[in-house]
């Protein structure tokens, strides 16, 4: 029962009862050791993701991904972190589907999907991240879902440029944002899901509505049919179940606008209140790394031991990995594999040789091409947003 109250606590929309008893019942029977729910729970919530996911919350599914299925350049769709504000939406019709483009416009429009596969198509690589990824690291404690490492995850995202469409539909110049939501539902008296996105970036040719996830058609829980890609912003600008697009000459003036999203502007004390006029719109994602192999706790055997994972910073390319094997005393560069991708994370990879039983806390800490580098300590604020410490994971030499 103690794992039901403290979810109840941190979850802002707490389980029914009858939801309490269901759960209660699962973990009476089939618990997963080290889970924080039984796995056949997770599976049953969330249909078409894999069972291996973590639930933070069940209602609304918010699923994160272990380290351990992170560890290729795309994530898989299955694998791929859920973060819903809301019940992901029942039935959606494919053929009924419009997207509307209106507001400050010449000519609005209502696009089928159909309609909208007609035009030109583009596709970007992004690394996508929820700005609450590693919320549960801060200290003091910060409410909301609690994600550890795994609500991040790269996708090919393909679809239609935000650009095209703005054109098509006419869009008076000198409009300032385009206000963009979806066909889910708040749950009870919960703001409905609007987010803005600012002119230029809506104007990015790298901005898409897109219809496919890694060539595939957008799995449910990611927004089927259409989702917004906003490339290197923090995850919360992805608008999933899109359907409407209006253009404006102002800020749109609801809850996750004005008061959800937002960070400090200067530095905050750890706990302190923040003044709303101290706070500004979260954008692009912060410098970050994940180490992606070994796992934490790994037991390896004396030689080569190969440590490897991802560095992403939003839109800029990350510059260098260093890598620590003495819990951070001395640090040496990591080798970066491949070739940059914009918007993508960067795999790195450095190899040292244990020779005797030993325990070795192993650090990563990127850095990007504006001089971003991860801090020892990340700046605390009110909504446990951007945690980008170095990445740690401590393993066992056993012969
Ligand atoms: N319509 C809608 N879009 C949404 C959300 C939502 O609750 N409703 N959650 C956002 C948040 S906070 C994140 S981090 C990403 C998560 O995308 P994913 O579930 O595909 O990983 O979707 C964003 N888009
Ligand atoms: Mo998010």
């Known amino acids: 029962m103690a794992i039901i109250t403290v979810m109840a606590l941190i979850d802002p929309h707490p389980l029914s009862r009858r939801e309490l008893m269901a759960l209660a019942a699962q973990l009476g029977t089939g618990a997963a050791a080290g889970a924080l729910w039984p796995t056949d729970l997770a599976a049953q919530a969330l249909p078409g993701k894999d069972a291996r996911l973590v639930a933070r919350s069940v209602r609304p599914p918010d699923f994160e991904t272990p380290v351990a299925l992170l560890d290729s350049f795309l994530t898989p769709n299955d694998v791929f972190y859920v973060r819903c504000h809301m019940p992901v939406p029942?039935?959606?019709?494919?053929?009924?589907?419009?997207?509307?483009?209106?507001?400050?416009?010449?000519?609005?429009?209502?696009?089928?999907?159909?309609?909208?596969?007609?035009?030109?198509?583009?596709?970007?690589?992004?690394?996508?991240?929820?700005?609450?990824?590693?919320?549960?690291?801060?200290?003091?404690?910060v409410a909301g879902i609690q994600w550890r490492k795994g609500a991040v995850g790269t996708a090919k995202w393909t679809g239609v440029r935000l650009a095209d469409l703005l054109k098509r539909a006419g869009a008076r110049p000198g409009m300032t944002y385009v206000h963009a939501s979806g066909a889910d539902r708040p749950l009870g008296t919960q703001p409905p899901f609007v987010r803005q996105v600012p002119m230029a970036k809506a104007l990015d040719p790298d901005t898409l509505v897109a219809y496919a996830m890694n060539d595939q058609p957008i799995p449910s829980a990611h927004g089927f049919p259409l989702r917004l890609v906003v490339p290197g912003w923090e995850g919360a600008y992805a608008i999933k179940w899109l359907n409407t697009l209006t253009v404006a000459a102002k800020e749109q003036d609801g809850f996750w606008v004005q008061t959800g999203y937002r960070y400090p502007t200067k530095r905050v004390a750890p706990g302190a209140a923040v003044d709303a006029k101290d706070m500004a719109p979260l954008t692009g994602l912060v410098v970050k790394s994940l180490i992606t192999r070994p796992l934490d706790g790994a037991v390896v055997p004396p030689g080569p031991v190969t440590v490897a994972g991802f560095a992403w910073a939003g839109d800029r390319d990350i510059s260098k990995v260093d890598v620590s094997v003495d819990a951070g005393a001395t640090w040496q560069p990591a080798k970066l594999v491949g070739q940059p991708v914009k918007y993508a994370w960067r795999r790195f990879e450095f190899?040292?040789?244990?020779?005797?039983?030993?325990?070795?806390?192993?650090?990563?800490?990127?850095?990007?091409?504006?001089?971003?580098?991860?801090?020892?300590?990340?700046?605390?604020?009110?909504?446990?947003?951007?945690?980008?410490?170095?990445?740690?994971?401590?393993?066992?030499v056993k012969a």
């Open 90 to 141: 029942a039935q959606l019709d494919l053929a009924a589907w419009k997207l509307a483009v209106g507001g400050e416009v010449g000519s609005p429009l209502a696009l089928s999907i159909a309609e909208l596969k007609q035009m030109p198509s583009a596709s970007v690589t992004v690394t996508l991240e929820c700005a609450g990824n590693g919320r549960a690291f801060f200290d003091p404690p």
């Open 351 to 396: 190899t040292f040789t244990a020779t005797t039983e030993d325990t070795h806390t192993i650090l990563s800490r990127a850095a990007d091409s504006r001089g971003g580098v991860q801090p020892v300590v990340p700046a605390w604020n009110p909504s446990g947003y951007l945690w980008n410490a170095p990445d740690q994971v401590r393993i066992e």
